[in-house]
């Protein structure tokens, strides 16, 4: 039975990214349809003009070991997991249209991953009977 | 008599090894059989977890010195 994860990502540090890039792309591997909402600071993360997403401070001393980990065991970064996992699954990504607003950004400034500027209902009818994780 | 599709996905972390396998179940049809090797030591319980939902079959798992083989007969497209 095909599933439906539905991931609102709201935090924009570096950590926080990570998993959503795993769980997407696993996700997706078990040909589960995933809609990501993007609000809050993870606007910054899907940005056409990109900048390094922080760590939280209490981490900060530990980003070293996990970049230098991550390089070791191949692990692709969170944009390139989303990447791919658009690429060959269902996989849909919609900026909130609250943020968007607030911010004054239409769809040319946000990265081309995304699919659409969206509000709060159009995602929770996205997401309903489904499983909802919120990053 | 289905194909043998081998997928490499050793020194691949999670959940590389499982998209790895999608790829290949993606362009595979049903007789054809997927060997799985792969490092990342989440993958014997992922490979099953993805048999389950996609309704293949785990026909053995295997570890030797440097990897683990997990060969999946292909049941379901």
């Known amino acids: 039975m095909m599933g439906k994860l539905s991931i609102i990502m709201f935090s924009g540090t570096m950590d926080k990214f990570i998993p959503l890039g795993v769980l997407s792309s696993a996700a997706s591997a078990l040909g589960d349809e995933v809609n990501i909402f993007v ?20 981490f900060k001393d530990m980003a070293p070991a996990l970049e230098e980990g991550m390089k ?3 692990t692709k970064s969170w944009y390139d997991m989303l990447k791919e996992a658009k690429e060959s699954g269902n996989v849909k990504i919609y900026v909130c249209s609250l943020m968007a607003s607030i911010f004054n950004l239409s769809k040319n400034d946000l990265d081309p991953i995304v699919d659409d500027i969206v509000g ?3 995602f929770l009818t996205q997401a309903e009977n489904g499983m909802v994780l919120f990053i | 008599m289905g194909k043998r599709i081998v997928v ?3 020194g691949s972390s999670c959940p590389g090894p499982i998209v ?5 179940y993606r362009n595979a049809a049903v007789g054809d059989v997927i060997e799985l090797w792969a490092t990342d030591p989440g993958v014997k319980a992922d490979t099953q977890a993805w048999a389950e939902k996609t309704k293949n079959k785990i026909e053995s798992i295997k570890e030797d010195q440097d990897k683990i083989i997990i060969v999946i007969d292909i049941e379901n497209r």
């Not at chain 1, 600071?41 to 939280?56: C, I, Q, R, V, Y």
């Open chain 1, 72 to 74: 070791r065991t191949n």
């Open chain 2, 20 to 24: 790895e396998l999608s790829k290949a």
């Open chain 1, 120 to 122: 709060a209902t159009t």
């Open chain 1, 39 to 58: 609000t809050g600071f993870a606007l910054l993360g899907f940005m056409k003009e990109k900048k390094p997403l922080p760590f939280p401070d209490e």
């Open chain 2, 8 to 10: 490499d996905a050793r």
